[in-house]
């Protein structure tokens, strides 16, 4: 039961991970925009980072589909796809959040509440002093700055992505197993290709 319970599991990790990363990548390049570096090299360098991991994943949990396998006259989306996809998203996702706190800065752990914002006494400070680029609205880049401090990259949201349908472990104990027929086959082709005969 635990068994069949991952086969789709790990798959529906990767597909809720689609959007949410999505996301990720709107947010970076939002921040980057706001804080007026988004032409900078290293940092669109980063926002391709976050592109490929979201294209990988996606490709990925649709290639799972298109390459289904059936069980007990069920299809179901490969088990091995799958499980690589869940491993990808679950073993990149701090580089992830690391390149968007990176593009964000540091004002991102400190930024003041929407309450500092909203009350008079404090209002005219943030204006001045935590404004970004000169077209972007101050609030503007503090509500991103909320968006990405306390929904995206959350201890929560880490934890939950290393360790939920399973740990990285988990996917590869999987991905091997279940490739064994796989692997047999190359490894009778390498046998072929070097002359060995049994």
Same mark, same amino acid.
């Given at each position: $039961?635990? +068994?069949?319970?991952? +086969?789709?599991?790990?798959?529906?990790? !990767?597909? +809720?991970?689609?959007?949410?990363?999505? #996301? *990720? #990548?709107?947010?970076?390049? !939002?921040?980057?925009?706001?804080?007026? &570096?988004?032409?900078?090299?290293?940092?669109?360098?980063?926002?391709?980072? $976050?592109?490929?991991? #979201?294209?990988?994943?996606?490709?990925?949990?649709? !290639?799972?589909?298109?390459?289904?396998?059936?069980?007990?006259?069920?299809? &179901?989306?490969?088990?091995?796809?799958?499980?690589?996809?869940? +491993?990808?998203? !679950?073993?990149?996702?701090?580089?992830?959040?690391?390149?968007?706190?990176? &593009?964000?800065?540091?004002?991102?752990?400190? #930024?003041?509440?929407?309450?500092?914002?909203?009350?008079?006494?404090?209002?005219?400070? *943030?204006?001045?002093?935590?404004?970004?680029?000169?077209?972007?609205?101050?609030?503007?880049?503090?509500?991103? *700055?909320?968006? &990405?401090?306390?929904?995206?990259?959350?201890?929560?949201?880490?934890? $939950?992505?290393?360790?939920?349908?399973?740990?990285l472990q988990a996917q590869r104990m999987t991905i091997y197993g279940e490739s064994m027929p796989e692997i047999q086959k190359y490894k009778q082709w390498a046998e072929d290709a070097a002359g060995i005969k049994k």
């Amino acid at each position: $039961l635990v +068994y069949n319970f991952a +086969y789709l599991h790990r798959h529906t990790a !990767a597909s +809720y991970r689609i959007p949410v990363s999505e #996301v *990720m #990548v709107g947010a970076a390049q !939002a921040m980057a925009e706001y804080n007026g &570096i988004d032409k900078v090299p290293h940092i669109r360098e980063k926002i391709t980072d $976050l592109i490929i991991y #979201v294209d990988t994943l996606k490709s990925l949990a649709r !290639a799972s589909c298109m390459d289904y396998m059936t069980h007990a006259g069920i299809p &179901i989306p490969n088990t091995v796809t799958s499980n690589i996809a869940k +491993y990808h998203f !679950a073993d990149n996702i701090h580089s992830c959040i690391k390149a968007i706190e990176d &593009i964000a800065g540091g004002l991102l752990i400190t #930024v003041p509440t929407y309450k500092d914002y909203q009350n008079p006494e404090t209002r005219d400070y *943030m204006e001045k002093y935590l404004g970004g680029k000169a077209d972007i609205p101050t609030e503007h880049r503090l509500r991103m *700055m909320q968006l &990405i401090r306390r929904r995206l990259t959350t201890f929560e949201t880490e934890v $939950l992505a290393l360790h939920a349908e399973g740990s990285l472990q988990a996917q590869r104990m999987t991905i091997y197993g279940e490739s064994m027929p796989e692997i047999q086959k190359y490894k009778q082709w390498a046998e072929d290709a070097a002359g060995i005969k049994k």
